[in-house]
């Protein structure tokens, strides 16, 4: 399968610690998308990062949220200190180029305690 | 701006077609998106229409495209258990690629 792969599927973490949050995009896109889906909501967009560039973070919080997509690896969404209001689903997407409908991984739902 | 409208909930009995609708504010999109959403599971991108065109079919799905009230709907033909998923509309716009979604609208199939 050579889809957009999340990982983990489900991130428990502590108020105050730190969450990290993996995604590989399908093989051949190198433009890569984060969304988050807060319970009962749609997904709102973050981030949208190029191999090794931040596109447009329009979407991101000023603080405690940082993200990467490196020359080799997969993109990287940081999340430090985390509160309870960080508790959501957090999808990536990717596409080969801008401007082409974006391909959804499964998510990451990450829960705070 | 970015708003993009749905409404909650829809219940189809097997068999028969349902329609899904989202209204959006913005003028300026680019292409106009339907994704499915099934529990605990990604989106799945259904179909897209360009926002030049009116209507797109593909096999059981059916996009109308009203530019003049900006509304957007999605028609299942025949609809099968299977289709019982949350299903949301999203759009992006010139100059950018970033995709705005509605709240979304959960279908459920009775059989």
Redesign the interface.
């Known amino acids: 399968n050579a889809g ?1 792969m ?1 990982n983990p599927r489900h991130l428990v973490r502590r108020r105050g610690q730190e969450a990290r949050l993996r995604c590989s995009p399908m093989k051949g896109h190198s ?1 890569v ?1 984060w ?1 988050r889906q807060l319970p ?6 973050m981030v ?1 990062l190029q191999k090794e560039n931040i ?2 973070e ?2 991101m919080p000023k603080e405690r949220f940082s993200a990467e997509f490196p020359k080799e690896g997969p993109s990287i969404l940081r999340i430090q200190q985390v509160v309870r209001g960080d508790s959501a689903a957090y ?1 990536c ?1 990717s ?1 080969d180029r ?2 082409q ?7 990451t739902r990450l829960s705070i305690l | 701006g970015e708003d ?1 409208e ?1 409404s909650l909930f829809l219940s189809v009995r097997e068999g028969d077609s349902s329609v899904i609708n989202c209204t959006y504010t913005d003028s300026s999109s ?2 106009l ?1 339907w ?1 499915k959403q099934e529990p605990g ?5 259904l179909t ?1 229409i360009f926002s030049n065109m009116d209507m797109k079919q593909d096999q059981r799905l059916t996009v109308l495209l009203n530019k003049k009230d900006k509304h957007l709907s999605l028609r299942i033909a025949d609809t099968q258990t299977g289709d019982s998923a949350i299903y ?1 509309c ?1 759009e ?1 716009f010139y100059g ?9 609208n959960q279908v459920v199939v009775i059989p």
Do not use: M
């Not at chain 1, 009962?40 to 967009?45: D, P, R």
């Not at chain 1, 409908?101 to 998510?107: E, I, L, N, V």
């Open positions: 957009v999340q433009h998308y969304y009962e909501e749609g997904l709102k967009f949208y596109i447009d329009s979407g999808f997407a596409t801008g401007g409908p974006q391909h959804f991984g499964d998510g | 993009v749905q680019t292409y998106y994704y599971a990604g989106l799945q991108l897209y949301f999203a992006t950018n690629n970033r995709l705005a979604f509605g709240k979304g």
